[in-house]
């Protein structure tokens, strides 16, 4: 016979007063977390009670029950219903339903550790599907995450899920993606491109979310974007525009889907800001673009405006405000306790002084209307002016002084009246030959000058202040003064301008260089006739500067295919080692942009490797290129790699080639040169790498004639 199963019987409930409870310390909770009692109590008020306590009846010590009840599993509940008590919204002999215990086959520790333990936090899809049902019933973001004491933030990124495709959703709801993935799908609403990105992760190794945003967003253009900035995004939405937000990440303002809206209506606002600037100023030409190459002005002369002296009103402000701000300075420097409020004054002072400085740059009218402007978008996406611009066509046509047909105007080194063949009958002329003042022989000329020359050489090598400011004459000259060319000097000063490599301009190396310019622009006279009497009154600091930004134009270690300037580029590591100049130190870093997009996929695993080892190559290498440059970016942040065309022989192999010693020469010894002073990449011409040191000696004294 069949024994019979025993069927379960569950422990009754009932309602039991309020008063007649008790917290048992037997609950296993002790550290606060989750919803404050405050919150809870707000909730309980609202909704009422949802789930029953959970208590044991208080035994005599005779083992009869006493009419009051300890709460082992369901403590919080409990202190959010003594809270609502005390504050007389809740009276103190309320029922409450409570499930009551009795018997010991478990103890009250063993209950509130189970209660607890086995709860389960709800599915984020779950949360997020409870909150969408919830707004469709006509609640708001707001309110959702007030009654459920969360965040607006977390409501906002919970219906964000909505924006997931259904399929992708199922995927989650099965395990088979996680919570990061499926937030990374939803900066964008396209569900078709949501499934291709999936199905195209899901044969790779790579499903990190970054990776998954990346290809949602490759075709898109950032809110940083010089564009994007410029134009703003309220005006681009407006438009017609739309915009991918991550509420998950930090996205930098998001990326924006339609690239030709944006172009289209950054062109509008150029044109128009550029037409109100022409209208204003009076220039005769404005040329616009979103960026121009660096160094896209040769040809043209650059003239260079006025400060406007400040009025009578704005004088007086700016010295009141320059005493002020002296005194409260001083005042503070001596005081022993720091003031917020101090240097709060002292900052609104300063941006004060510093706008009334900031004044505008008058041009001269005649200039203005036969010169121009460039019009750009900063790296920031402010409006970039570049003011006055003469194209060659545009240059005044200088007066000429044509000699008459007697020949005047012929030079004399006398001083005196020139007489010529052609001013007297040939009877006269033989007759009162020996009076006249003919002009000198062009040979004697060449000869006297040629003396002078020579002597004013040997002066001016025994006066060394005055050959530098000989030699920054001429370098100012070339520089500053696209027709200068008044020189005794012959020395020429070349800047090569590498307009074909995009995005130089932007470089902050190219800035600081622009603005040296700008402010010696400002500073130099508008007359190259009157330069040499400013150079000679200028200050020896002021002069080494000036020479040091000409010279620094000059220089060139570019590696063309067609010129691989072998001891141009030996010389710049030597000038580089001597300054202590590294690119590294400068702040250059690879991307994708300006190396790791440009080169193989061997080239970019090799890069990896040097950088962050074998293992960090690894996690790349199944990638296709564009995808691999990017991810080989991010690995090799902050890892100091240099490309071989940007090392020093110095460099170690981490971050560039394998050193190289320098080799010793010795008196009559030789020097393995030029490859000791080279990259391998610039030695595969060089036939002869053995050099004696009178060799070395010579060339150098000719690559000094040159």
């Given amino acids: 016979m069949a024994k019979a199963i025993q069927k379960i019987t569950l422990n009754r409930s009932e309602d039991i007063a309020f008063d007649k409870l008790v917290l048992s310390q037997k609950n296993v909770r002790n550290i606060k977390t989750g919803v404050s009692i405050e919150d809870l109590a707000e909730d309980i008020a609202r909704r009422k009670l949802l789930q029953s306590l959970s208590v044991r009846p208080v035994l005599a010590e005779g083992g009869e029950e006493t009419g009051t009840y300890e709460v082992p599993a369901g403590g919080r509940r409990f202190r959010a219903l003594e809270l609502l008590v005390k504050q007389k919204r809740m009276a103190k002999d309320e029922p409450i339903p409570c499930v009551v215990k009795r018997g010991d086959e478990t103890s009250a520790e063993e209950d509130s550790l189970a209660e607890n333990v086995q709860r389960v936090s709800l599915h984020p899809l779950d949360q997020f599907r409870a909150f969408q049902t919830l707004r469709e019933q006509g609640l708001g973001e707001e309110e959702i995450a007030a009654r459920f004491f969360v965040s607006v933030a977390t409501v906002r990124q919970r219906l964000r899920l909505a924006s997931v495709s259904p399929r992708l959703l199922d995927f989650y709801a099965e395990d088979e993606m996680k919570l990061e993935q499926i937030m990374a799908f939803s900066i964008t609403n396209d569900h078709v491109r949501q499934e291709q ?26 809110a940083s974007d010089r564009r994007a900035v410029y134009v703003g995004i309220d005006v681009y939405e407006a438009a017609g525009g739309v915009v991918m937000r991550d509420l998950f990440e930090q996205d930098q ?45 040769p040809g043209l002369r650059r003239f260079y405006g006025e400060q406007a002296e400040m009025t009578e009103e704005e004088l007086a402000r700016y010295d009141a405000t320059r005493a002020e701000y002296d005194k409260l300075d001083g005042d503070y420097a001596a005081a022993s306790e720091h003031s917020e409020a101090t240097e709060q004054k002292l900052e609104e002072l300063g941006a004060e002084l510093d706008r009334l400085n900031d004044r505008p740059y008058v041009f001269d009218a005649e200039e203005v209307a036969r010169g121009g402007v460039f019009v750009s978008l900063g790296a920031g996406g402010e409006l970039k002016i570049e003011r006055g611009f003469v194209r060659p066509e545009d240059e005044q046509q200088a007066e000429v002084d044509t000699p008459d047909a007697d020949g005047a105007g012929s030079v004399d080194f006398d001083g005196g009246p020139l007489v010529t063949d052609g001013s007297a009958s040939s009877g006269d002329q033989l007759e009162d030959e020996d009076e006249m003042i003919k002009p000198l022989p062009d040979r004697l000329v060449l000869d006297l000058t040629a003396v002078r020359t020579i002597a004013l050489r040997n002066a001016l090598a025994n006066d060394p202040v005055m050959a530098f400011i000989a030699v920054l004459h001429a370098f100012v000259l070339k520089t500053f003064y696209l027709y200068g060319s008044d020189s005794c000097l012959e020395v020429t000063l070349q800047s090569a301008k590498f307009s074909q490599t995009d995005g130089l301009g932007d470089t902050v190396w190219a800035k600081e260089i622009d603005q040296r310019q700008e402010a010696w622009g400002q500073d130099l006279p508008k007359d190259p006739n009157e330069l040499w009497a400013f150079l000679i009154a200028l200050d020896e600091v002021s002069r080494q500067a000036l020479f040091a930004h000409c010279a620094s134009l000059a220089v060139n270690a570019v590696i063309e295919p067609w010129n691989k300037r072998t001891r141009a580029v030996a010389h710049a590591d030597q000038l580089a080692r001597s300054i202590g100049f590294g690119m590294v130190e400068a702040g250059w870093t690879p991307t994708a942009n300006n190396y790791l997009g440009r080169v193989t996929k061997a080239r970019i695993l090799q890069a990896v490797r040097e950088a962050k080892g074998d293992q960090s190559a690894e996690l790349i290498g199944h990638l296709k290129k564009a995808d691999m440059a990017r991810e080989a970016e991010r690995l090799m942040t902050d890892s100091d790699w240099l490309p071989e065309p940007l090392r020093l022989v110095t460099d170690s192999a981490s971050v560039g080639p394998a050193t190289v010693e320098a080799g010793e020469i010795a008196d009559g010894g030789t020097v393995d040169a030029p490859a000791r002073d080279l990259p391998a990449f610039l030695t595969d011409d060089i036939d002869d790498v053995s050099t004696s040191t009178d060799e070395i000696g010579e060339r150098q004294h000719l690559d000094a004639a040159e």
Avoid: M, N
């Fill in 253 to 297: 303002g998001g990326w924006l889907q339609d690239p030709a809206v944006l172009e289209q209506l950054a062109l509008e606002k150029l044109k128009v800001d550029a037409d109100a600037i022409q209208e204003a100023e009076g220039w005769k030409w404005i040329e616009v673009a979103f960026d121009f190459p660096y160094g896209h002005t």
């Fill in 197 to 222: 990105v999936w199905d195209t992760i899901s044969r790779s190794h790579s499903r990190e979310p970054y990776y998954i945003r990346r290809l949602l967003t490759e075709t898109a253009i950032r």
